[in-house]
């Protein structure tokens, strides 16, 4: 406050002063230091890491033993090429995770990427093989009367092709007499067609064994959503930056992703239920329905003449995600215990060995116990501990801040239950939006402004951009990066130009990035940092989908895929109908276009405005780019009956979104 002596000098100053002088002195704007050096950590990043570094015991062998157990052979080249030559995979890009961890990377996330980077092919048990360190997954190979098992082709052609080369070439050469897809994410089952052809399969009635469900929710997760979740891919598995000590090390539940083709083979049948058998090329499954634990869609499996228990990606050797950084469908914390503590009652005193579709095995029935059970335990903390903090008033961020690291000794101690992808922090407030929502439950929270309006207004309230920087600086150098991070984000929303602050958010990422023990909030932090400093990359829109993938969609899913793409502002005509006639599938589907929806429905209909007829492998090019709809017109390959110019109107309302859209900016 002014004070009445302070007004009454400045009125006497005033009479005696000559007029140039009356303008108030402008404050002088605050110091505003540049942001440190790129991949330097700071000294409050050293000692975060060196506090977790002495508090865990680092030096445990176990899983070190483990995760190399059984090695007989490793692909001797230096990548793994697709048919055009570029790298797929290069073999030797994780040989720099040796000795202890750098400054700048979690001692507990380098310890966990250095194991999950051991590849080659390795022996699970009798007639149980796995290949390892190839791609984000792991690919199983069992042994039946005639040829090879596959479970889990891993993500692409290219590395699931390598990886079955490997086998034949140890092992001798078989044919693929089964193939399992444990659940419904593309990096265990995008690699189908590098192992098995859908022509082979199905002259040879190759049995292709799903979970219920499998189909329509690859197709959601992996074409509906795909652009959006294909975009904070790049993110989550740091797909743009490089391999090093300073930037990508591993995603926590496995090396990274490879960059090839993605493929699907429907499913000859999809499983459900507990306790269901099926025996494939002589070798009998008990299956074990985990729907709605880490996938909408996944399986377990007992083999009981090999006392071997797969438990897919329920138990891996990482406390895994109810919500992924990608997006995704939220997932059931206290069901996935629930899955856990059914295959630890029914079949832990049952199984010598258990080996999932990431990381290592685990072998002895104490030591499967110990994993099952830390495993349980940890999915039934979290909820617990958020719904206790939560039915006691806690908001979603409280909740999330009340659920600490975990007293009892196999989450405190074991690393199998620790962070490396998913986190205490968010899957918590996964269980909180699982039960109550998006929101916290403050009315203020409920109608929010979008964050480019809200971030120029806290700008100006702050003093304007200077000021801004200022308290982000401040914060940044006593080490609270999570307040800095808010603050610096504020500023570049409001003043995305500005390369001060964009370098600030920048450094301030790269530290939240060097200190995280999850592979998934390392790589998300990291790239925001490179997009920040070096702009979106300009890699060209990739391909959501190729023939091979979309040749298993369902023209019903297909349809919906377009729905979700349509945009009432370019429909300027009264409603109608399209009916699309594929004859090669001995199909025909009607898309019916209103004022604000489009609506997919099998058949056709008499009063369609326009019919087009074409086969679906050839609407799958089209959509995918690789030819147009004119060029299939003019050749004959699609006929059109009715009023054309619909046809195109159709069309026209179509958005076609650019993958590269920003994220770190406005």
Known sequence: MISLCAIALSACASQATAPEALAPETPAAPAIPAPPEAGIATEATREANAALAARLPLDEQSDVEDAARGRIAYIDAPAILAEDGHVVWAIPQFDFLK???PDTVNPSLWRQSRLAAEHGLFEVGDGIWQVRGYDLSVMSVIEGKTGWIIVDPLTSTETASAALKLVNDTLGERPVTGLLYTHSHADHFGGARGVLSQEDAAERNVPILAPVGFLEHAVSENLIAGNQMSRRSTFMFGNTIPRSPTAHVGSGLGPGLPQGTISLIAP????????????????TFEFIDAAGTEAPAEFMFYLPEKRALCTAEVVTATFHNLL????????????????IDYVLETYGDKADVVFASHHWPTWGEENVDTLLEG??????????QTLRAANAGATMTEAAEAVTEPAFESAADAFNTRGYYGTLNHNAKAVY????????????EYYELPHVVTAARYVEAMGGLDATLAVGAKAFEAGDYRWAAEVFNHAVFAEPESETARNWLAATYEQLGFQAESGAWRSYFLVGASELRNGIPSLGNPQLGNPEFLRAVKSIDLMDSLAARYNPAKMTAEPFAVNLIFPDRDEAMTLHLGKSVLVPREGSVEDAAVTLTLD????????????????????GAATVSGNPAMLQA?????DRPDFWFPVVTP
Do not use: C, M
Not at 377 to 383: A, F, K, L
Not at 616 to 635: A, F, I, N
Not at 650 to 654: A, E, I, R, W
């Open 99 to 101: 000795g202890d961890a």
């Open 268 to 283: 000859t049948e999809e499983i459900s239920g507990r306790g269901t058998q099926r025996v494939i090329d002589g070798v």
């Open 324 to 339: 992924t950084p990608r997006g995704a469908k939220v997932r059931d914390a206290l069901g996935w215990s629930r899955a």
């Open 375 to 384: 495993q349980r335990d940890i999915y039934r903390y979290v909820h617990d």
């Open 433 to 444: 939006q699982y039960y109550f929502g998006w929101w916290g439950g403050v009315p203020a």
């Open 616 to 635: 679906r492998s050839v609407l799958d090019l089209v959509l995918l780019g690789k030819t147009t709809l004119p060029e299939q017109l003019q050749s």
């Open 650 to 654: 159709f069309f026209g309302t179509l």
